[in-house]
């Protein structure tokens, strides 16, 4: 399509710049307005499909009505023989995928500077009614000037949309799914935030959360497992922005930041540390958050109490300033008047109601500020919910960490003095986060799914090395029965750990058989129940009839009886000429065989393999002592198995 073709009589293609499994996106050029524009075009195999065309056109509707420096404009939309594009906004710059797959993590402040950006042009998505449903890295362009720019609203939906019935299918990146959505439930504003809470993450570590073999078992993590750390890939990520990605990833909506306003504010927060601002924004991340006033129901604090009544104390007894004070003369009047209002004796009880009142004032200060004060349990909360609690009830902290195998890294283990004891105000009490497991220390994997021991020896900072499977009875099927290492045991980080998974009785694995000759290769399988299937040969510097690969490779787990196909080396160039110049070509054979025992008929499987094909020249249920001959034409590197019931009886060179 580049070069030439001209849309609607306007904009010129000039070349491709990308795409996705939807649409591809062109470089064009608007010869209207002579600028340059980015051209989306719908992928011709989707052009008959109604719903995919009606999900194109969305797009250019949804992105159409919003307007913000971090989305990408969208200017004009149509179709020209069947071709349906959406012309936008042209960015000079790369994805954030490809930044950081090219660079790594991104320092804290620049990823931070791009999730304002992002929750910014979310909240503005919101407010319009608008989900994206697929926030994530590729669809996040960084212009030259290191502006972020959201992109790609081709599957977004309206609050309180229905889902299509027909469409079963969870469509978005599964890397970045919310659990929600992964479970093909309606999706929220918040779906988006816990896919930016994904973007994020990847940002500060060069790393997704989750990962697996295949989508399934990626959306299972997004449903399952636990919200891993970001500070387990870079210990020195600061703790509070640790826990805006746990609040963010977390598996309940209702766990979640309510709105893009309140991921935002804690963004903001963590971006006036970063920047070393320790004026009010910090002050307003330590202290706990107070509401603005409305006609809801308000919790006050006592502190908060204690602090209202000082300043009513202040603003009407002795604390008025000097230049606000009235005349003596003034004041002489006032007096003279209230006596004459109230009398002297309606007077003088109102003064000493007064002191009575102050008094008590007085001494509930006195008593708070110089009593006891109750230590609040702190175990399993963030530093950031700790630090809230803490400076709520008058107490401060000191933090060291920990490893702990079994706690959420960046949470309380262990705290002293004890929750519910009796300190005095002020007191710092002292803190244990954990570290998650101890690098190199191997985990018990027993009865873990392979996904699980993954995880589990990731945090370790552990590998799975090769998995074999067998069948153990009783034990729950596609577990790990057995690890090459056993738990507990401290390692160098990196090392590998074998494990073996169970299966049914009437599977196997195919074994490792590269590098094997065909006649160990073909006995390998057989002692595993396994047939060859077809034979290939390849060029290869390995010494002829090598086993240079197979299909399924190692590991895969077979139902008994099924065949393996091999890829085998046709031998070293020297000897392959050798071959060539001596004219060798192929023979005739004659194979006998004797059907041994007595008794009933014996199924009879004859199978010829040579340089080119593997073929079966009889399959026949045959008598005991039955003489079986067949005449065959084969080519070099020629064999011959037959087997008796299933089991190998014979193996033999041509």
């Known amino acids: 399509m580049e070069g030439r073709i001209t849309l609607n009589g306007r904009y010129e293609i000039i070349d491709k710049i990308g795409g996705g499994g939807m649409a591809e996106v062109f470089h064009g050029y608007d010869t209207v307005l002579h600028r340059d524009v980015g051209i989306k075009i719908l992928r011709d195999q989707f052009i008959q499909d109604k ?7 969305q797009e250019a509707c949804n992105a159409a009505c919003l307007s913000h420096p971090n989305i990408v404009n969208i200017y004009d939309s149509g179709n020209e023989n069947d071709i349906y594009y959406i012309v936008m906004e042209y960015v000079v710059g790369r994805s954030l995928k490809e930044v950081i797959e090219e660079n790594g993590a991104l320092d804290y402040k620049t990823a931070v500077r791009y999730a304002i950006g992002i929750a910014s042009a979310l909240k503005q998505a919101h407010d319009h009614s608008i989900v994206h449903c697929d926030v994530k890295s590729q669809n ?3 212009d030259t000037k290191g502006v972020p720019k959201i ?3 081709g599957i977004a939906r309206a609050f309180g949309q229905p889902s299509n019935a027909s469409d079963k299918n969870v469509i978005g990146s599964v890397y970045y799914l919310s659990p929600e959505q992964a479970a093909g439930q309606p999706v929220t504003p918040q779906s988006d935030l816990y896919s930016l809470g994904v973007v994020l993450f990847e940002m500060l570590t060069g790393k997704l959360p989750y990962d697996g073999d295949t989508p399934l078992e990626v959306a299972r993590m997004h449903l399952e497992s636990s919200t891993p750390s970001a500070r387990r890939y870079d210990p020195d990520i600061p703790y509070y922005l640790d826990n805006i990605i746990t609040k963010a990833l977390a598996k309940n909506p209702r766990l979640r930041y309510a709105t893009a306003d309140d991921f935002l504010t804690d963004l903001k927060h963590a971006q006036a540390h970063l920047l070393g601002d ?3 924004e910090e002050e307003a991340w330590t202290q706990p958050r107070k509401k603005p006033v409305s006609d809801e129901t308000m919790v006050i604090s006592k502190s908060d109490m204690l602090d209202g009544l000082l300043q009513s104390q202040k603003a009407e007894g002795t604390g008025q300033p000097e230049k606000d004070r009235k005349p003596e003369k003034e004041n002489a009047e006032e007096k003279d008047s209230l006596l004459e209002r109230y009398g002297k004796k309606k007077l003088l009880a109102f003064f000493l109601a007064a002191i009575v009142v102050l008094s008590g004032i007085i001494y509930a200060i006195l008593g708070y500020t110089s009593g006891d004060v109750t230590v609040p349990d702190l175990k399993g909360k963030t530093i950031v919910e700790a630090e809230a609690i803490l400076t709520k009830d008058k107490l401060g902290y000191t933090l060291t960490e920990e490893y702990d195998a079994k706690a959420t890294p ?3 283990i262990k705290q002293n003095p004890a929750a519910h004891s009796r300190v005095k105000a002020g007191r710092k009490i002292q803190l244990v986060v954990s570290k998650g497991p101890e690098p190199g220390v191997v985990p018990d994997l027993k009865k873990k799914t392979l996904a699980e021991a993954t995880a589990m020896l990731e945090k370790a900072k552990l590998k799975v090395g ?6 153990e009875a009783g034990a729950p099927q596609g577990t790990v029965i057995s690890q090459s290492i056993a738990p507990k045991q401290k390692v160098s980080e990196g090392t590998s750990v074998d494990l073996v998974m ?5 599977q196997t694995v195919v074994p490792s058989l590269t590098g094997l000759s065909l006649s160990d290769a073909r006995s390998q399988l057989s002692s595993m129940g396994l047939t060859i299937g077809s034979i290939q040969t390849a060029e290869s510097d390995k010494a002829k009839d090598t086993v240079l690969s197979s299909s399924p490779d190692s590991g895969a787990v077979l139902d008994k009886g099924s065949t393996v196909s ?14 060539s110049s001596s004219g060798s070509g192929g023979s005739t054979r004659t194979i006998g065989y004797t059907v041994p025992g007595s008794g009933n008929a014996k199924n009879v499987k004859i199978i010829v393999s040579d340089d080119s094909s593997t073929r079966t020249i009889f399959s026949d249920a045959v008598a005991p002592g039955t003489r079986i001959t067949r005449t065959v034409n084969v080519g070099s590197g020629a064999s011959v198995q037959i087997y008796v019931n299933g089991e190998l009886a014979e193996d033999k060179a041509l």
């Open 51 to 57: 719903q995919f065309v009606a999900r194109f056109r």
């Open 140 to 142: 996040i362009l960084i």
């Open 151 to 153: 992109t790609d609203f």
């Open 278 to 280: 320790t004026g009010l």
């Open 410 to 412: 960046g949470v309380i």
């Open 466 to 471: 090769s998995v074999t499977v067998k069948y």
């Open 502 to 506: 169970n299966i049914s009785g009437n």
């Open 566 to 579: 091999l890829v085998i080396s046709a031998g070293k160039k020297e000897e392959k000429k050798s071959r």
